[in-house]
């Protein structure tokens, strides 16, 4: 039998928190397997990354010193990354090529395709990672092979898409529907379908049992493997020993603080609120959460970056003393696993939709842009582990109507069910990333056909353009 060698695969992340943690875990996932894994993030987030098994290469995307909030301007950052990004790229795949282990993949996200045009420029594979859900994913391929024309505006009538649930106008990304909103964002969210062809895989952070009918429905345009969810394995399989973290945080965490505070409330019993890394809200949302948390008959714990705490109601952190807590960053995972833990109020961005089913926790979704409207409706109405919170004219969510939500989760006959379906998913999502499960199948069939493969023969790239 002839012998395997062991494959080095280099993954790429868009340095962002939501980006960076689930392409660090997939590379952590394959150092489990016997793969050499590299990850090369920005200068400027490459110190923040520490995991087990893992090297760390530093790339450019032009702004070393500050990343993003250097340039300032989206189409500005974007431009200077894939220049920057492809010649440091490139350098550290040629820096390898006459080592004992050379590169033979990069794993790129998703929306730096310039990744895949630097690996076929050095005869080695390119594997597309997509780090929203498929439904998401799904939408931008039609829009992108042009079976849907932007805008989207079907305010009364809803959006049928094959191997979808009907979509209104509510449930719809906000890039979809005012396009002019955000033309750099849209611009690489398109961009994600550039040259897709050309990849020898694509991976997509979801799972068969989750969204597998909607991948199946987009497969000939999109032939994505689901290998998700990526979330670190002490809280789902237990596999990779001492994986306890994503081992990226650009923010520093009081983790310790928090879960002393939990121990000292029953179980069930805290409403956890935290908007992730990005959105930011406005000074009336913050005061009608504010409100609806004073009002409440529930402890909370909120997490609010120290540049928004001018938002805050004049003594709301006086009057609600003993009953709340808020810090500005924590191990999310760690106080979503803690049995105080009842509720989690989230923006529905999608790792924290991840994370929220693998830990079997309810949710309320209060959605605030971008893929976030389609999760909160996955949430509610297709894998009804929670509910979303409506907005009012002003697209603000009102105290009594978010209290309303609270109470449906926390409480009563809805809570039950929602309690008992959050219960299922969770023990879905680790039997996916367990041995043998639907994920763990097609991370192993990756990890195979590199370390059997001689050359690009035999990936579904090539099988494609065979078959016409």
Sequence with gaps: MEATHHPHVVVVPYPSQGHINPLLQFAKRLASKGVKATFATTRYTVKSVHAANIAVEPISDGFDDGGFAQAQKEDVYIKGFRENGSRTLS???????NSGSPITCV????????????ARQHGIYGASFFTNSVAVCAIFCHIHHGSLALPVKQEDVPLQLPGLPALNSPDMPSFIKAPESYPAYLAMKMSQYSNLEKADWIFNNSFEELEGEAAKSVSELWPAKLIGPMVPSAYLDGRIEGDGGYGASLWKPLSEHCIR???????????????????SLSAKQMEEIAWALKGGDFNFLWVVRESERSKFPDSFMDSTAGKGLVVSWCNQLEMLAHP???????????????????????????????DQMPDAKFIEDIWRVGVRAKENEFGIVRREELLFCLKQVMEGERSREIRRNAGLWKEMAR???????SSDKSINEFVKHLMDAKGREGTWNDRFLREG
């Design 91 to 97: 350098q550290i795949i040629s820096k390898y090529q």
């Design 261 to 279: 505070w939990l121990k000292m409330k029953p179980q069930k019993s805290v409403v956890y609120i935290s908007f992730g890394s990005m959105v």
């Design 431 to 437: 039997a996916a990333v367990g041995e043998k499960g």
């Design 107 to 118: 794993v790129y996200d998703s929306f730096l395709p310039w990744a895949l045009d630097v």
């Design 340 to 370: 105080s833990i009842g509720c989690f109020v989230t923006h529905c961005g999608w790792n924290s939709t991840l994370e929220g089913l693998s830990l079997g926790v309810p949710m309320v979704g209060m959605p605030q842009w971008s």
